[in-house]
């Protein structure tokens, strides 16, 4: 009746006691206050991590959720983990059924068809460049140019063949380096040349077969696939953006490199090292002080070659001149050696001096007149795969621009992806539709002939048996290698790249995403994107952007599981000491509780008295680690973290997070360390209620 | 001692407060253990997986140039380069020498991408040791409880161990044909086929990109001559040599001669691009240690131990902040008692150590306590060999199985440390204690 | 009429280690309604002890205890403490204010816990009582504020204002100078023949002991005499 009253008192109480026993509650407040600020600042950040890491996920690849077969062996990974490539999610054979189903749920605004496969592309290899432009200038009757291009090959021959002891020296098979010998001796020979303006295109085979080999020295990169509807991977994900080039024509084939793969791997190394060093120069890096660097830069100069194989000697001729000039502008001395590999080496050695001058003249002078990326925008780059069975399969794709993800641009995980066309993704994969399958094989029996010539061409330039090893790939089945690399070097080309926009969704896919109208009605969507799924025997599963972002999203949960660990181990340790404090105030207050109770309080009285006492101490000092929590957070919040490594730009969703608090957090927060005192202090709660109103008797004090 | 004595005497009256104290002393104590334990057992991890699969105590490996731009992982004259590893290293345990190689490994229902070390089973006794097989049933659904195949089948022929990870891909048990498919610049691919011999428990992460076939499969996909090999992995009686003893090995070399290659941390697949674009052909050695050639895993470690010092140092605030309260409570209960034995003639000096042995008194017992529970804890854990589900977690434990590793030293370092801690807690109020004059004690009413 | 408090053979022991203290062996004891009683014996010979039983602060090892007629040794915790609330009045030798509160909220306390008056009534009785105690001037002010005789008339106020029907003092004077310690003893025998409220205390004071209108001597856990008179 009077319960009002007496809470008042009790709270009169609380309030007053708290004051009174200043230190007590100071320490205790203390502990509570830095408790509070850890758990709202930490979880402020895990939230705005959280939230930025969804926006920028969401808006690039994942879209809010992804949809993949239920059945599969592996998780759906959109970010690579440590695996590589072989992740196995099962198929969507039909996605026009998918898409159509998932269309009627009421929230989604598009299904997205994706696939993610591991391409290789081998770097271009000068040979290739050179025997290329060779086989062009015999096809266009261009004899001057055939003339150049001849001589270059026998240069690039003469030097392989200087080569051939370092060869012999490890390999296993003496004879098939004698082989080699001959094939080189035979190039390198008058007679091939005079066979060569008789039966261009066989020598031109033969070199391809016999030569080019030994040349080679591209690298093999992986490339990782995403095959998609690029027109409508652009319009619904925001967060992409096209850099170079142009973005791939409706019902055209094409990939799309991403830029920092295009930066990153796909770069000259030595352009590349060099872009790093003046990158981190530029962030305030001392190359005077940082040894590492100092290494790094040592590194750069000794690849001087991968920039002197890429000039002509017109080129390199040109180089020199204005090097040496630059040099002057420099105060080198005359002395030093003027031939242009020192002179490169030079100009790659650099200080923090003249850093500066140094990359600027290698943009401006030599970077034009070298081919800077291996697989340039605007040219066409074959891209080999392997299904699960194993089988090489290779497709011909323009690679038409480079694009980046908005926030993501310094990732390397989200910069992994390359966006292509979903038709030309299945024949990587290895699945084609019917009309392409039948238009394959109409065209396999139109070449076939052509093949049969290729494999006799040893026998035409020597006149004998074929005893040298042409068939590069022993064993693996080879017929793709029509369908993709050399079929479409005939008229069929036109008709090959493009193909009718609407083949995009039909047929296979392996994971789709979809895109809602509203993303706050996730939660409802959620379960009836699951309902349709069920209702329509799709056979699929529904996962978030977390959980689709593979070992990243794992990476999260992990830190919030660790976060969350830390922050209760913590508050085991506080309970037990804010236990033992207030066990020891409790002691020391006992004439006052013997007293209250002989005069009539009963026992939840004084229990009462000790928990609300404790839950004010919590709230003041929740509020005020609150505060605290949020003046730092709102500080970061104006400076922005840095993001200390490559898998932090995907959590920060950028280069720096930009912390926001949230209510929810500092209500968390708070909710915690009321929780937390109000269990720290129910032990001395007890133990007070157990205080006998005898001691009330008991004199003293 | 009376101090001494004393010091219990008082702890064992305050029995409720002593407790409470020890508790949260014992529990920090156990935590530092535990977490001691914990990244103690994740570097033993990445110490087992880096060196049974990727990398000796010490690599003497390099890169041989056959043309300018070409480069490949291996050395020439391996048996040379042996001996004078043998010859010149101080505290060596043995060596061995592998050949690398990378490429697919093709099932009829699946396909990996791997890495092949070459083994020579002539060459290596420990390797069987090392190798623990898992159980069909580990791999192979509704496969026999038990392990079958024979690693030392590996000695010849087209053979390959694979690990349980692997074989679960691939979908292939003991005596199923592989074909290994391995790509070598300039486009070719090769291929040869081999029977699974054996399949291997999961050594941690490592072990989804190691399989084991003999050297000369190797050499045949790369068609390379027999004296040529990946690697001369050199194991030394202490792995904590293993810096020093690269150091000195490169003197080694240099002096005879060899090319070398400037040091670099960062595993030998990573520096293909580098030496391809250098001016230069044939044999350069390149010297690292185990700790290069798993750089990339070291990260974990050091994240752990950074989690580690701010969650203790956090831990430690609070409990000096628990204990000085409760030796302010005591020194204030006992003004009169400390007034008396001033008055009685001890010295300032005694009634802080009397005080401070409190102090240490209880921060000993409490931290003895809670280290032998961490270790028995940690002990549990390891005995109930708990497998971890999540993947994140696995890659950030190096391991598929919790594992703790209670060194002995660890121990002595979290008693010592957090017993100071306690210690030097209960400085301020002891101070307080022994400047209080004997007159004002003694007038102290309570 | 019963008396208001009845012992009958009332025994307390205390254990001590493997000892048994006897600090009451065997009282019987009645007490009526309006009496001004003191409990006067040597130093441990167990007033305080008799006082507890009495104010069912303590419960007897064996005997009973009867308040208004209620016997107390089949009572709960919770009920004797409402017994207290209700009944008993406290007075102690150390006065036991609750020092972060203040005169009014010291007096007001008791009534708080009966939660039986609306708020302008608790207010009315409790200015009544302070005013009867001469506090008055002094409501807004926390004990230790306070002079030791002024801090007993506040404990007197707190006692007497949820009318008990007995109010207890354990050597009530004790920490007091005589004269303030007279005025103490004037009080409460003013309140005993105004209000008719009963008063049991106890002191080892022959001034104090003087004053009572019926002296109960204590020796060794039992009454020596129960001297009736004036
Ligand atoms: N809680 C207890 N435990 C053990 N013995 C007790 C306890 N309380 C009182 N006693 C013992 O009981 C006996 C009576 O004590 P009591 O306090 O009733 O004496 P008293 O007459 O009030 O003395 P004083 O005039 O000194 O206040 C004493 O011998 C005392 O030692
Ligand atoms: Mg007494």
Not at chain 1, 21 to 47: E, M
Not at chain 3, 61 to 74: H, L
């Amino acid at each position: 009746m009077n319960l009002g009253d007496q809470l008042r008192m009790l709270v009169v109480l609380a309030f007053r006691s708290l004051w009174a026993h200043q230190v007590k509650s100071a320490i205790i407040g203390f502990i509570l206050v830095g408790g509070t600020f850890l758990v709202v600042l930490f979880g402020a950040l895990l939230s705005s991590i959280e939230g930025s890491m969804s926006r920028s996920i969401t808006s690039s690849m994942s879209g809010h959720y992804q949809v993949y077969d239920a059945n599969a062996e592996d998780e759906l990974a959109l970010f690579p983990g440590f695996s590589f490539g072989s992740v196995d999610i099962g198929e969507i054979p039909d996605f026009a059924k998918v898409e159509k189903s998932l269309l009627q749920v009421d929230n989604v605004r598009a299904v997205v068809p994706m696939g993610i496969t591991i391409g290789t592309v081998f770097g271009a290899n000068e040979i290739d460049h050179v025997l290329e432009s060779l086989r062009n200038a015999v096809r266009d009757g261009r004899s001057d140019d055939v003339k150049v291009l001849g001589e270059r090959v026998r240069v690039i021959a003469q030097s392989i063949y200087g080569d051939m002891e370092a060869r012999a020296a490890i390999s296993s098979d003496p004879e098939k380096v004698a082989r080699q010998r001959d094939a080189l001796n035979l190039v390198l020979s008058e007679k091939f040349w005079d066979d060569f303006e008789t039966d261009p295109l066989t020598a031109l085979d033969f070199l391809d077969a016999n030569v080019a080999p030994l040349a080679a020295d591209g690298r093999l990169l992986y490339l990782r696939m995403i095959g998609t509807d690029p027109q409508q991977f652009k319009k619904e994900f925001e967060g992409f953006y096209l850099v170079d080039g142009e973005m791939i024509p409706e019902g055209q084939r094409g990939l799309l490199l991403s830029k920092r793969t295009y930066e990153k791997l796909i770069k000259n190394l030595c352009a590349r090292d060099f872009d790093d060093v003046y990158h981190d120069v530029k962030l305030g890096t001392k190359l005077s002080e940082d040894t590492l660097l100092q290494e790094k830069v040592r590194r750069i100069s000794r690849q001087y070659q991968r920039i002197l194989f890429q000039l002509t000697p017109e080129d390199s001729a040109e180089v020199a001149t204005k090097l040496r000039e630059f040099r002057k502008t420099q105060n080198v001395p005359e002395t030093e050696p003027d031939d242009i590999a020192a002179m490169v080496q030079w100009l790659l050695l650099v200080n923090d001096e003249n850093i500066d001058e140094n990359y600027k003249f290698f943009y401006d002078v030599i970077a034009p007149k070298m081919n800077l990326y291996e697989v340039p925008v605007g040219q066409e780059v074959i891209l080999r795969g392997f299904t699960q069975s194993g089988y090489i399969k290779s497709v011909k794709v323009k690679v038409w621009g480079t694009y980046e993800f908005s926030g993501l641009e310094s990732s390397d995980l989200a910069g992994a992806a390359n966006v292509m066309d979903l038709v030309t993704w299945r024949e990587l994969y290895g699945r084609m539709s019917d009309d392409q399958k039948a238009e394959l094989d109409s065209i396999r029996e139109t070449v076939g002939v052509q093949d049969v010539s290729r494999e006799d061409a040893e026998a035409a330039l020597f006149g004998g048996g074929g005893e040298l090893e042409v068939a590069a790939v022993p064993d693996a089945p080879v017929f793709d290698e029509f369908a993709g690399a050399n079929l479409k070097r005939g008229e069929e080309e036109a008709a090959l790249n493009s193909f009718d926009p609407a083949t995009l969704h039909q047929g296979l896919a392996l994971n789709a995403a979809i895109i809602l109208k509203d993303p706050s009605g996730e939660a409802k969507a959620l379960t009836d994107l699951k309902a349709q799924i069920e209702k329509d025997q799709l056979g699929l599963q529904v996962v978030d952007w977390q959980k689709a972002s593979g070992i990243v999203g794992g990476f999260l949960m992990t830190m919030r599981g660790v976060l969350y660990i830390a922050i209760f181990v913590i508050f085991l340790v506080a309970l037990v000491i804010i236990n033992n404090l207030m066990v020891m105030a409790t002691l020391e207050r006992t004439p006052e509780i013997g007293t209250m109770r002989a005069i009539g309080a009963q026992r939840w009285f004084v229990m009462g008295m000790f928990i609300l006492e404790m839950l004010v101490l919590g709230l003041v000092s929740g509020v005020i680690g609150s505060i605290a929590a949020a003046a730092v957070v709102l500080w970061l919040g104006s400076t922005g973290i840095p993001a200390p490594a490559d898998i932090a730009v995907i959590f920060f969703g950028g280069d720096r997070l930009y912390p926001v608090i949230s209510a929810m957090d500092v209500i968390f927060g708070i909710g915690l360390i009321v929780f937390v005192s109000v269990l720290s202090t129910l032990y001395p709660a007890f133990v007070a209620a157990r205080v006998a109103p005898v001691v009330a008797m008991q004199g003293k004090e | 001692m009376v101090l001494f004595t004393i010091a219990i005497r008082n702890l064992v009256q305050a029995r409720r407060r002593s407790a409470l104290l020890s508790l949260a002393i014992g529990l920090v104590t156990m935590l530092l253990v535990l977490m001691m334990a914990l990244s103690a057992g994740i570097n033993d991890n990445l110490v087992r997986s880096a060196t049974i699969m990727s990398a000796g105590h010490i690599n003497v490996a390099g890169f041989y140039k056959p043309t300018n731009a070409m480069s490949l992982a291996v050395v020439t004259d391996v048996g040379e380069l042996r001996n004078i590893v043998e010859e010149n290293t101080p505290n060596l345990d043995y060596t061995i020498d592998r050949m690398r190689g990378w490429g697919k490994l093709i099932s009829d229902t699946g396909t990996v991408q791997t890495g092949f070390s070459g083994v020579d089973l002539a060459d290596e006794s420990h390797f069987l040791e090392v190798i623990q097989l898992a159980k069909e049933s580990d791999y192979k659904d509704g496969g026999r409880d038990e392990i079958i195949g024979d690693p030392s089948q590996l000695a010849g022929g087209n053979t390959i161990m694979l690990f349980v990870n692997q074989a679960r891909r691939l979908g292939v048990g003991v005596g199923d044909t592989l074909t290994i498919q391995t790509e070598t610049v300039g486009g070719y691919t090769n291929t040869a086929d081999v029977t699974v011999v054996a399949v291997a428990r999961d050594v941690g992460l490592l072990s989804g990109f190691a399989t084991y076939v003999p050297k000369q499969v190797l050499r045949d996909l790369y068609q390379l001559s027999p004296d040529t090999s990946g690697a001369v992995w050199v194991y030394l009686k202490d792995i904590e040599d293993a810096d020093a003893t690269m150091k000195h090995l490169r003197g080694v070399f240099e002096a005879k001669g060899y090319r070398l290659m400037d040091h670099e941390a960062v595993p030998f697949f990573m520096k293909f691009e580098t030496v391809q674009g250098e001016d230069w052909t044939g044999q350069k050695i390149d010297i690292t240690t185990w700790k290069d050639e798993v750089v990339m895993l070291t990260f974990v470690i050091t994240a752990f131990d950074t989690v580690t010092v701010f969650l203790v140092s956090i831990l430690v605030l609070i409990i000096a902040v628990g204990i000085m309260n409760s030796m302010w409570n005591a020194v204030r209960e006992r003004t009169r008692e400390i007034g008396t034995m001033r008055a009685i003639g001890m010295t300032r000096t005694r009634v802080l150590a009397m005080f401070l042995v409190e102090a240490f008194v209880l921060g000993l017992f409490a931290t003895t306590v809670g280290a032998t529970l961490g270790a028995a804890t940690a002990f549990g854990l390891n005995a109930l060999h708990i497998n971890v589900p999540n993947d994140a977690v696995k890659a950030i434990l190096l391991s598929d199985t919790l594992r703790m590793s209670v060194h002995v030293q660890s121990l002595f370092i979290a008693v010592g440390f957090l017993t100071l801690c306690t210690g030097l807690s209960a400085l301020w109020p002891a101070l307080r204690a022994s400047r209080l004059s004997p007159v004002v004690a003694l007038g102290h009413t309570e | 009429m019963p008396a208001i408090v009845q012992l009958t053979n009332a025994v307390k022991e205390y254990p001590l280690g493997k000892l048994v203290v006897k600090a009451v062996r065997g009282v019987d004891l009645s007490i009526e309604r309006g009496e001004f009683t003191a409990i006067s014996g040597p130093s441990g010979s167990g007033k305080t002890t008799l006082l507890n039983l009495i104010g069912c602060v303590d419960v007897p090892t064996s005997g009973t205890v009867q308040i208004d007629g209620q016997s107390t040794s089949a009572l709960s915790d919770r009920q004797l403490t409402d017994l207290r609330l209700h009944k008993i009045g406290f007075i102690f030798q150390s006065f036991n204010l609750i020092n972060v509160l203040d005169v009014y909220q010291n007096v007001e306390f008791p009534l708080l816990l009966q939660g039986e008056l609306s708020a302008s009534d608790r207010k009315k009785r409790v200015e009544e009582m302070v005013e009867k105690v001469g506090l008055t001037t002094q409501i807004k002010q926390r004990p230790n504020e306070l002079s030791g005789g002024q801090r007993q008339r506040v404990a007197i106020a707190r006692a007497l204002v949820t009318r008990p029907a007995i109010v207890l003092a354990d050597e009530p004077t004790a920490n007091l100078d005589s004269a303030t310690g007279k005025a103490i003893i004037d009080l409460m025998k003013d309140l005993n023949h105004k209000e008719h409220i009963t008063f049991i205390f106890s002191t080892h004071d022959a001034n104090v002991t003087s004053r009572a209108g019926r002296v109960v001597r204590v020796v060794d856990g039992l009454l020596a005499q129960a001297a009736e008179h004036a």
